[in-house]
């Protein structure tokens, strides 16, 4: 009965190959979020999904592409992996304009 | 553009003594402040707020300082427990996202 779960929890892949994260909440929430923390343990937003559709994207590359299919559910698709997108993705949820919010566990991608 | 800074990057503490992790923020069209307790491997979970036209607001152990002229905010934790240790995050939220400081690793000895 995980409120926002996540998977999978670690990916390891070649330079080059096409990964998704899978996130989903059970939370009721509209509003669902991925952040990327950084090897300076920062956590910066990458996009933001009010109602499935898109609020936010921080100027993340074309190669991230996020999808979400209905409220509940905000995967990332991420296309030609580089070395640079080794970190640790978060998926969060909230209620539209509201910063409260609950967090998966976290994909630790490893790209070699 | 570090909007929101903590400089410290971590500290250690006795149990039962006060705990006091610090956080700055540059961008004054911030309203709402948030911190958040991050344990290994898992992710953050919300501790405590508190809105800019506060000054403080208190929860159990956690009480959390607004300084808005200074643009500075404090976590107190009072009395610290070992369950305590892990990584503080702050964050502030300007409206439609959350900008978070790199974290704080606070580690509570018994």
């Known amino acids: 009965d995980t409120a926002v779960s996540q998977t999978p929890k670690y990916l390891v892949t070649q330079m080059g190959n096409d990964k998704s994260i899978k996130c989903e909440q059970n939370?009721?929430?509209?509003?669902m979020y991925w952040y990327k923390q950084d090897s300076k343990k920062f956590l910066k937003i990458m996009f933001s999904y009010n109602n499935k559709e898109l609020i936010i994207n921080e100027t993340v590359p074309n190669r991230f592409s996020p999808k979400s299919p209905d409220k509940a559910h905000l995967n990332l698709h991420i296309n030609s992996l580089e070395l640079g997108d080794s970190a640790v993705y978060f998926c969060?949820?909230?209620?539209?304009?509201?910063?409260?919010?609950?967090f998966g566990s976290g994909t630790q991608l490893s790209v070699l | 553009d570090q909007q929101v800074k903590q400089n410290s990057p971590s500290l250690s503490v006795q149990e039962g003594r006060i705990s006091i992790l610090n956080c700055d923020y540059t961008n004054s069209m911030f309203d709402y402040f948030l911190w958040y307790k991050k344990y290994p491997a898992e992710g953050p979970t919300f501790l405590i707020s508190i809105s800019s036209i506060k000054d403080k607001n208190e929860d159990g152990r956690f009480t959390v300082f607004l300084n808005k002229s200074a643009k500075h905010l404090s976590l107190h934790i009072v009395p610290s427990q070992p369950g305590d240790s892990a990584v503080y995050f702050c964050a502030a939220w300007n409206g439609n996202k959350l900008v978070f400081g790199a974290g704080t690793i606070l580690r509570v000895k018994s």
């Open positions: 969060a949820s909230s209620q539209f304009l509201t910063g409260i919010g609950a």
């Open positions: 939370l009721g929430h509209d509003t």
